[in-house]
C-alpha cells in the first residue's frame, strides 16, 4: 500500500470526527444520564482503554446496542460494536445468574416447552413475578414471553415430505423465538414461501444465534453457538441452498456481530443468509405472483427495529407490506422500542427501557392501527405490553393476506 | 533581602531550569526563574517524550548510557505520575545485522542496562503491533515521560519551597559591574512592563536560546542548532518503545506516550534565525512514515495527529566554531574559571531525562559559589504528584468509583488530584471531551498554575491534545480563562493564535481524516460560531 | 429496486432535490452514509439572499418557516454577519445596535454557550448587555453525565419546560429591551422560539451554541419527513460503492447494505458532500471521488492544499467535480449524461451558484429542472 492511502482501525475508530451526531441519536442518552454516551464509550474511550484498560468503565453496560450511533455516523465508525468489544475484552466480571438465564435461551426454551401450559401460567403470576424481581432482579412489570407446547421443528418435520416436493428449496434459520414461543410464524412463512413455488427445510441442527449471550457477558458461549451455526449454514450453502431467516435480530447478529464482534469467519454464508421480507420482495420484483383476498383489510403501522434500520433492509418489509391489497400502509417514526432484548427485563433498566419507548408507543396510540408491523420479536413483546396493540410479522400479515 | 533580590536567578523556563529551580530551592536558596515563554516550549515541549534505558547510545558512548540508567532510575521514583514504565524492545529486522545484537547487549550489561535478548515470537506476543518479521529482539527498561508534566512538576516543588516563577518574561541586558554579573534586565512580552532583578549567581539554562544569553552576558557558548522533526499518531498504536537494533538513525525510535504514540526523530542543523518557527517538511514527514513502518507496519494506516519539529541546542566542545566537533553529555560552564566572569554559569547539552543530573551539577557549582554546604536531595524526594506511584490507587482512594473523567485527572496529577473539588457535578463537567479534562482540573491549572493563554492550558491539562485538536474544548476553556483574567478581546486574539498553533502542526499531514477534521474544525469556528 | 431518480447523500441539497422530484410525481431514493451537515446548521442558508417562492413552498409544506431580511444576525461569538434566508428561530436586524440593553441568559454551567462573548460583541456595538444564570431542577440530572450538558439534550429537556424558563426570566428582566438566549429551543415543536418571544416583553434573539445545532436537527427531520411523506425512500446509515455505467450512463449503483440489490433509476444525482462526508476523499498525492472516480478539479501538489493562516480561505475547501454547465460530472474527460452533482461536492467549481447551502438550493433545482425537462 501507498503511505497513508486509508486508514484502518478496529471498528473505524479513528474515523471519528468527533461531530457529536451519534450523542443526538442515543436513545439510551436521553433516558440515563448515567450512561456516557456512545461518543464517549466509543471513540474518545477507545483511545484512553489502549492507553490503559484502567479506563474501562462498567457503566458501557447501559449501552442497548441499538446500533442507532452507527446509524447515524457520517464517519462510518462502528461505534456500537466498538462498545461491546470494549465489554467483551475488558470487563472480566461473571456474568450474573439472572443474565445467564436470561441469555440461554436455548436451554430455557428446551426446559420449559414440556411443562409450557404450567410455565406460562406460573410467569404471568403476579406472586411469581414479585419473587423474580426480589431474588433476580427481573423488574417484575415484565409480560414474559409465553411458550409453545409444541415446537416448530418437530411441526416441520411432519412436513418434510410435502415441502421437499416443492421446485425449489430453501433452508429456514427460525430461531428460538419461532421455536419455543411463536412456531404460527414459522408456519406462515412455510405458507407464503409454499404459494411462490418454494419448499422450506431445517437446517441441520441450529443453535441460538447467541445476541442475548454477546451482550451478557457470555463471548465465549456465544463464540461457540457462532462457529456450531457457520458450520451449519455452510452445510446447507454448500448443498446449493440459500437461507431464509424472519428475526431482524438474528440475521444482523449472524452476518455482522459474528465477525466484528467474535471474530467468527463468515464469509462463506453471509450473503446466503437471507431476510424472509427482502428473499420475497426479490421474488416478486423478478415476476413471482401471489394472490391476495379481495375480502382483507387491515390498517398497519410499521416499527422498523433499530437492527432493520442498521441491516437497512426495513425498505423491503415496508415495500411489501405495500404491496399487498387492502392495507392502509403507515410507517411508524424510527424510533427504539427501548426493550433491547434481554437489556428491558433487568430491573435496573426498566424504567430506562419504558421511558425510550415511550414515544413510539405514544405515536402507536395516535396512529391506531389495527395491528403493528415488526420483524423482531422483542420489539413485539414490548409494544403488546407498553402500547397495549397486537403485533404481527410483516410474513404473518401476508400469510394471512393470501388468497389460499 | 528585597522584593526583587534572591540568591539565584535562573534564566529559562525548561525542564534544565526548572529543574535547577527545585534543586536549588530544596537547598534552601531563594529562586527567581525567568521564561521568554512559557514553560517547557524549548526543546523541552518537542522532543520524542522518551526516558532512555540509555541502550540507544550503549554501544558508542558508555557514558551517556550509564548517565541515562541511573537518571531512569531515579525519575521512576521521583517522578511516578510524569513516567509510564513501558520497557523497549530493540529490534533486529532482516536487512539488519543481527551479529550486531551481541555487541548491543554486551555494551548495554557494561554500562548497567538491563538488556535481555528474547524470542521474536514473544516480541510479537508482548507488542503485538511490532513489525512481524522481525528476527532478533533484545528487551530493555526503556519508558516514556511526560515532559510538559516533569517540567511543571519541579517548577511547582521549586514553589513549594519559596521560589518565584516570571513567565512571559523576556531578559533584555544583564546588570554588570565590572567582571560580575550582578543581575538582569527584563520586560514582560504582555505587558510591557520593565523590571530589574539581582542575585549574586545567574544561570543560563535557556536551551538553545543560551547561545544569544551567553552574548548579552559578555561570553560565547558555541551552539548549533539542530532540528529534530517527529510525528504523533492520533492513538497509541504500541504499548513499548521500539527502536532498531543497529545504529543509531533518523526515525527509528516509536514511543507510546500517554493517549498517543509517537515516531521521530530527524536531525537537520538549521540557522538561529529559524529556531522560533521550525516547521516539518514534506520529505521529513514522508521519511518519518516509511522508516516508522519498520518498526510497525501499522504507521502506514494509521491516522496521524500533528507534525511537530523541535531544536536541539548542540555544544561545540572546545567552543570549535566550526560546528563539527560537537560535545557529547552533560556542558556545565562556570563563566568565571572559563571566561573570568564572575556570577554567571550556563548549563545546557545533556537530554531531557538526564536534566536531574544537570541540575545537580548547576546547583552544586551555584552552591559552591555561594559557600553554601548542602547536598542534593532531588534524587530521593518524589516530585509532588508522585507519592504514590499508582495513579489507580490514587483515584480509588479520592472517588469510591471513579468515572473515566476522574480516572484521567489521577493519571495526569497524582496525588495532586485530590485538591480538586470532589464530587462537584459543575467541577466534573467535562471541556474537553477527547482527554477527558473537566472544569475543575482547568479552574487549578488557571488559579495555581501560571496560566495566560490557551496553550499555556493545553501544555498543563493536554485540553486540544486529542483527535479534534480543540476543535470543541478550545472555546469552552477560552470562556472559563475569559472569566478568570475578565478581557475578551485578549481571549479572542488568543483563540486564533491557539487555532492557528494547531493548523500549524495538522497542515503538513493533512490529508485523509486529519484533513476531514480541518474541514469540520473550518466549518465549526467561521461557519457556526462566526469567530 | 427501480427508482426514476436515485440520490446519493441525504443533507441539504440531496433533500431539496429528492422533495422537488417526489412533488412532481418521480418515483425517488435517497441513500444517506450517515446524518448530515445540516446538524451543524447556523440556521441561516448562506448566499441565499432572496426566497424564491418555489423554496418557500417546499419548506413550508415541510413545515419549516423561513425568511429574508437585509441587515445582520447575532453570531455565538458575538461578531455579527451579514444576514441570508434564516430560519424563524433567528433573528435579523437592520443594525448591529438592535437594542438599547440585553439580557443574557445562560443555563448554569452550560460551557457551549458564549455568553461572555456575545456580551463583549454587544457592548462593542453600544448595547448595554448584563448577563444571568439559571439554575433549574429539572436540568439537574443531566448534571450526573460530564458530558451532556449539551445542546440536544437540553433542548429535549426546554420542549416540556419552557414556560418556566420564560417565568424565571421575567423575574430577572429590568428595562432590558432584548433578551439573548442560547438557540436550545424548539427541538419536536416547532412553536416553542415563537412562543417564548410573544411571552417576553423585549426582543428575544436566540443564540447558537457548540454543535449539534437544534434548529439544524429539527430541519434535518422535518426535510425527511416531508420527504417520506410524498412517497420518497430514505435508506438511511447506507453507503453508495460503486456504480455501473455503460457508455457514459449508469444504469445503476451498488450500496453497502442492499449488496447485490442494485437501485437502478434512469437518473443519477449526486449529493455526497465534501471531504468530511467522504464525496471527495484526499490522500498524500491526491483527491479523488470514490464511487466512480469523476474527475476532480484538484492540485496534485499537496503544499498548495493548505493555508497556512488558519483564518484565511483554505484552497482545499474549494475543491469539487468538474462539471459541465448542466452539472454532470465528468469521468476521464466525458460527461455521464444521466448523472447530476450538487452541493458541496462542487465545491467551488461553480461559483454562480453561490456557496454553502445556496449552492446546495440552486444546483439542486437546476438538476431537478433538467431531469423534469428530459421526461
Request: net charge neutral; hydrophobic share 40%.
Amino acid at each position: 500500500m501507498k503511505i497513508q492511502e486509508k486508514t484502518v482501525s478496529p471498528h473505524n475508530f479513528e474515523e471519528c470526527m468527533k461531530c457529536t451526531i451519534c450523542t443526538a441519536y442515543c436513545p439510551v442518552l436521553q433516558a440515563n444520564p448515567l450512561y456516557p454516551g456512545p461518543k464517549q464509550a466509543g471513540p474518545d474511550g477507545e483511545r484512553l482503554r489502549l492507553k490503559d484498560p484502567y479506563f474501562f468503565t462498567n457503566s458501557l453496560k447501559y449501552c442497548m446496542n441499538c446500533k442507532r450511533c452507527e446509524v447515524s455516523c457520517p464517519s462510518g465508525v462502528h461505534v456500537a460494536d466498538l462498545i461491546q468489544a470494549a465489554r467483551i475484552k475488558y470487563d472480566k466480571s461473571a456474568p450474573k445468574l439472572r443474565d445467564r438465564i436470561l441469555a440461554s435461551t436455548d436451554f430455557m426454551g428446551t426446559l420449559a416447552r414440556p411443562f409450557a401450559p404450567i410455565v406460562n401460567g406460573v410467569t404471568s403470576l403476579g406472586i411469581t413475578k414479585t419473587v423474580l424481581d426480589a431474588t433476580l432482579k427481573i423488574d417484575h412489570n415484565r409480560t414474559f414471553p409465553k411458550y409453545s407446547a409444541h415446537g416448530f421443528e418437530g411441526w416441520l418435520r411432519r412436513h418434510s415430505k410435502e415441502q421437499a416436493a416443492f421446485p425449489e428449496q430453501v433452508a429456514y434459520y427460525h430461531g428460538c423465538y419461532v421455536n419455543y414461543n411463536f412456531p404460527q410464524l414459522g408456519k406462515d412463512l412455510v405458507k407464503v414461501l409454499n404459494a411462490l413455488g418454494v419448499g422450506v427445510q431445517l437446517l441441520d441442527g441450529e443453535k441460538c444465534c447467541g445476541i442475548a449471550m454477546i451482550t451478557n457477558g457470555m463471548s465465549e458461549s456465544a463464540r461457540k453457538n457462532a462457529n456450531h451455526n457457520i458450520a451449519v449454514l455452510e452445510k446447507a450453502v454448500d448443498s446449493g441452498l440459500n437461507i431464509i431467516a424472519t428475526s431482524s435480530t438474528c440475521t444482523l447478529t449472524i452476518r455482522e456481530e459474528y465477525p466484528e464482534l467474535l471474530g467468527a469467519d463468515n464469509s462463506k454464508v453471509k450473503d446466503s443468509l437471507l431476510l424472509a421480507t427482502r428473499y420475497i420482495f426479490e421474488k416478486l420484483e423478478k415476476g413471482a405472483q401471489l394472490k391476495f383476498r379481495s375480502d382483507f383489510h387491515i390498517k398497519v403501522a410499521y416499527h422498523t427495529p433499530c437492527h432493520m434500520e442498521k441491516l437497512g433492509w426495513g425498505v423491503f418489509s415496508e415495500k411489501l407490506l405495500r404491496m399487498i391489497p387492502g392495507v392502509e400502509f403507515t410507517l411508524l417514526d424510527s424510533n427504539c422500542c427501548g426493550i433491547a432484548g434481554t437489556y428491558g427485563f433487568k430491573k435496573e433498566n426498566y424504567l430506562v427501557s419504558q421511558a425510550v419507548g415511550a414515544p413510539l408507543f405514544e405515536q402507536i396510540k395516535t396512529v391506531n392501527p389495527d395491528v403493528v408491523a415488526c420483524d423482531c420479536e422483542t420489539c413485539k413483546w414490548q409494544i403488546e405490553m407498553s402500547a397495549g396493540y397486537k403485533v404481527m410479522h410483516p410474513v404473518s400479515i401476508l400469510a394471512q393476506a393470501l388468497d389460499i | 533581602m528585597k522584593p526583587n533580590e534572591f540568591d539565584i536567578i535562573i534564566i529559562g523556563g525548561g525542564i534544565t531550569g526548572a529543574g535547577t529551580q527545585r534543586d536549588c530551592a530544596m537547598r534552601g536558596l531563594r529562586t527567581l526563574l525567568i521564561e521568554k515563554s512559557d514553560i517547557s516550549t524549548g526543546a523541552t515541549g518537542r522532543n520524542h517524550g522518551l526516558l532512555h534505558s540509555g541502550a540507544r547510545y550503549a554501544v558508542n558512548d558508555a557514558e551517556s548510557a550509564e548517565e541515562c540508567i541511573r537518571e531512569n532510575m531515579i525519575l521512576r521514583r521521583i517522578a511516578a505520575h510524569c513516567v509510564d514504565e513501558t520497557d523497549g524492545l530493540f529490534i533486529t529486522l532482516p536487512e539488519d545485522d543481527l551479529a550486531y545484537q551481541a555487541t548491543f547487549v554486551e555494551s548495554c550489561r557494561k554500562a548497567g542496562i538491563r538488556a535481555d535478548i528474547i524470542d521474536p515470537e514473544e516480541a510479537k506476543r508482548l507488542e503485538p503491533s511490532v513489525n512481524p518479521d522481525l528476527i532478533g529482539a533484545v528487551r530493555v527498561p526503556d519508558g516514556s515521560v511526560d515532559p510538559f508534566r516533569l517540567c511543571a512538576a519541579n517548577m511547582l516543588d521549586a514553589k513549594i519551597h519559596g521560589g518565584q516563577v516570571r513567565l512571559y518574561t523576556e531578559v533584555t541586558g544583564f546588570i554588570r559591574e565590572g567582571d560580575t554579573i550582578k543581575g538582569v534586565h527584563t520586560r514582560n512580552v504582555q505587558t510591557g512592563e520593565e523590571q530589574d532583578f539581582y542575585a549574586p549567581v545567574t544561570v543560563n539554562a535557556a536551551g538553545i536560546w543560551g547561545h544569544k544569553i551567553a552574548e548579552m552576558a559578555g561570553v560565547n557558548v558555541g551552539m548549533f542548532p539542530a532540528k529534530g522533526a517527529l510525528l504523533i499518531f492520533a492513538h497509541r498504536i504500541n504499548n513499548m518503545v521500539i527502536n532498531r537494533c543497529r545504529k543509531p538513525s533518523n526515525a527509528d525510535i516509536l514511543v507510546p506516550g500517554d493517549t498517543v504514540c509517537i515516531i521521530g526523530t530527524t536531525s537537520t542543523r538549521i540557522p538561529f534565525e529559524e529556531c522560533d518557527d521550525v516547521a516539518v517538511t514534506p520529505d521529513e514527514v514522508n521519511l518519518l512514515i516509511s522508516e516508522g513502518a519498520k518498526l510497525s507496519p501499522a504507521l502506514m494506516s494509521t491516522r496521524i495527529l500533528r507534525a511537530y519539529a523541535g531544536v536541539r541546542p548542540l555544544v561545540s566542545a572546545d567552543n570549535d566554531p566550526t560546528g563539527r566537533n560537537i560535545s557529547r553529555g552533560i556542558v556545565c560552564l562556570d563563566h568565571e574559571e572559563r571566561d573570568g566572569l564572575k556570577g554567571f554559569i550556563t548549563i545546557t547539552g545533556g537530554k531531557l531525562m538526564t536534566y536531574r543530573l544537570m541540575a545537580e551539577m548547576a546547583t552544586d557549582t551555584v552552591c559552591r559559589k555561594l559557600g553554601i554546604d548542602k547536598k542534593c536531595e532531588t534524587a530521593d524526594t518524589p516530585l509532588p504528584g508522585s507519592e504514590e506511584k499508582s495513579y489507580k490507587e490514587v483515584a480509588q482512594t479520592i472517588w469510591e468509583n471513579p468515572s473515566m473523567a476522574q480516572k484521567s485527572a489521577a493519571s495526569r496529577l497524582g496525588t495532586r488530584a485530590s485538591r480538586l473539588h470532589v464530587n462537584d457535578k459543575y467541577e466534573d463537567s467535562l471541556i474537553c471531551e477527547c482527554e477527558e479534562v473537566s472544569v475543575g482540573e482547568i479552574n487549578a491549572a488557571i488559579e495555581r498554575m501560571d496560566v495566560t493563554t490557551l496553550t499555556d492550558l493545553r501544555r498543563r491539562t493536554r485540553i486540544g491534545m486529542g483527535t479534534c485538536q480543540g476543535e470543541f474544548c478550545a472555546c469552552r476553556a477560552a470562556g472559563l480563562l475569559a472569566k478568570a483574567h475578565g478581557c475578551i478581546e485578549r481571549e479572542r486574539a488568543d483563540l486564533n493564535n491557539f487555532l492557528t498553533e494547531r493548523w500549524k502542526g495538522n497542515f503538513p499531514i493533512g490529508w485523509g481524516d486529519t484533513l476531514r477534521e480541518a474541514e469540520y474544525t473550518q466549518w465549526v469556528y467561521k461557519h457556526v460560531l462566526g469567530i | 429496486m427501480k427508482f426514476d431518480t436515485v440520490i446519493t447523500g441525504g443533507g441539504l441539497a440531496g433533500l431539496i432535490a429528492g422533495i422537488s422530484l417526489q412533488k412532481e410525481g418521480r418515483s425517488t431514493a435517497i441513500v444517506s452514509s450517515g446524518q448530515n451537515a445540516l446538524h451543524f446548521f447556523s440556521g441561516t442558508f448562506e448566499s441565499m439572499k432572496e426566497s424564491p417562492a418555489r423554496l418557500q413552498e417546499i419548506l413550508s409544506e415541510a413545515g419549516i418557516r423561513a425568511n429574508y431580511a437585509d441587515g445582520v444576525r447575532l453570531m455565538p461569538m458575538g461578531t455579527f454577519r451579514e444576514s441570508a434566508l434564516s430560519l424563524e428561530d433567528i433573528s435579523l436586524f437592520e443594525k448591529p445596535a438592535f437594542a438599547r440593553k440585553a439580557l443574557i441568559v445562560n443555563f448554569m454551567g452550560y460551557h457551549d454557550f458564549f455568553f461572555s462573548f456575545i456580551a463583549d460583541g454587544l457592548q462593542k456595538e453600544g448595547i448595554e448587555a448584563r448577563v444571568r444564570f439559571l439554575r433549574l431542577p429539572e436540568m439537574e440530572h443531566l448534571r450526573q453525565s460530564p458530558s451532556e450538558m449539551r445542546s440536544v439534550q437540553i433542548a429535549r429537556i426546554m420542549d416540556r419546560i419552557w414556560e418556566k424558563v420564560v417565568q424565571e426570566i421575567r423575574l430577572l428582566l429590568k428595562d432590558d429591551d432584548a433578551v439573548i438566549l442560547p438557540q436550545v429551543f424548539g427541538l419536536q415543536d416547532i412553536s416553542v422560539p415563537g412562543r417564548i418571544r410573544e411571552a417576553l416583553p423585549a426582543k428575544v434573539v436566540f443564540v447558537g451554541t457548540l454543535p449539534p445545532s437544534v434548529p439544524g436537527l429539527r430541519t434535518q427531520m422535518q426535510l425527511r419527513r416531508r420527504y417520506e411523506t410524498l412517497g420518497g425512500t430514505f435508506l438511511m446509515g447506507d453507503e453508495v460503492k460503486s456504480a455501473h455505467i455503460h457508455e457514459g450512463v449508469v444504469h445503476s449503483v451498488v450500496t453497502q447494505n442492499l449488496g447485490n440489490h442494485y437501485l437502478e433509476a434512469d437518473s443519477f444525482i449526486l449529493a455526497t458532500g465534501s471531504f468530511f462526508s467522504k464525496g471527495l476523499i484526499s490522500t498524500p498525492e491526491s483527491v479523488y471521488e470514490p464511487i466512480i472516480g469523476l474527475d476532480v478539479n484538484a492540485s496534485d501538489d499537496r503544499n498548495t492544499w493548505y493555508n497556512p493562516d488558519f483564518a484565511g480561505k483554505q484552497p482545499y475547501m474549494d475543491f469539487g467535480l468538474v462539471t459541465d454547465d448542466d452539472l454532470h460530472p465528468f469521468k476521464d474527460g466525458e460527461p455521464i449524461k444521466n448523472m447530476y452533482a450538487i452541493g458541496s461536492v462542487l465545491g467551488n467549481t461553480r461559483p454562480e451558484l453561490g456557496t454553502g447551502a445556496g449552492a446546495a438550493i440552486r444546483s439542486a433545482f437546476k438538476a431537478v429542472d433538467s431531469i423534469l425537462s428530459k421526461a
